[in-house]
């Protein structure tokens, strides 16, 4: 089994900052890329931020120069530090990785039980 907690989520006015964490647990051979997805309401899924287990990263236009990703590859877990938090970012946060459980079996997809975000403007 393979579990990603979030946490960090919160209620924070706009301007303000916060940080999630995504922790990685169970049977983990390696894990390839990173990120972090938002759902708002009346809004499809969409990407925020992904990291490569290097030093690739890929940002979503509406948080450039706001937010940034990051990782601890000895603790399994992803960051996403998050700045001049506007209205429009309040959403639910979820966590992706992708994960390859044992050396022969494929890499495969895992979700987060997700963490709300909301900026009171």
């Known amino acids: 089994q393979v579990q990603l907690v979030e946490s960090g989520g919160g209620l924070v006015q706009a301007g303000g900052t916060l940080r999630l964490s995504c922790a990685a647990s169970?049977?983990?051979?390696?894990?390839?890329?990173m990120g972090w997805y938002r759902h708002a309401p009346g809004k499809q899924r969409e990407l925020v931020a992904d990291l490569t287990s290097g030093v690739t990263t890929n940002y979503a236009d509406s948080v450039k120069g706001r937010f940034t990703i990051s990782r601890d590859n000895a603790k399994n877990t992803v960051y996403l530090q998050m700045n001049s938090l506007k209205a429009e970012d309040t959403a639910v946060y979820y966590c992706?990785?992708?994960?390859?459980?044992?050396?022969?079996?494929?890499?495969?997809?895992?979700w987060g039980q997700g963490t709300q975000v909301t900026v009171s403007s």
């Open positions: 169970g049977s983990i051979f390696r894990i390839n890329a």
């Open positions: 992706n990785a992708d994960i390859i459980r044992t050396w022969i079996t494929p890499v495969a997809g895992y």
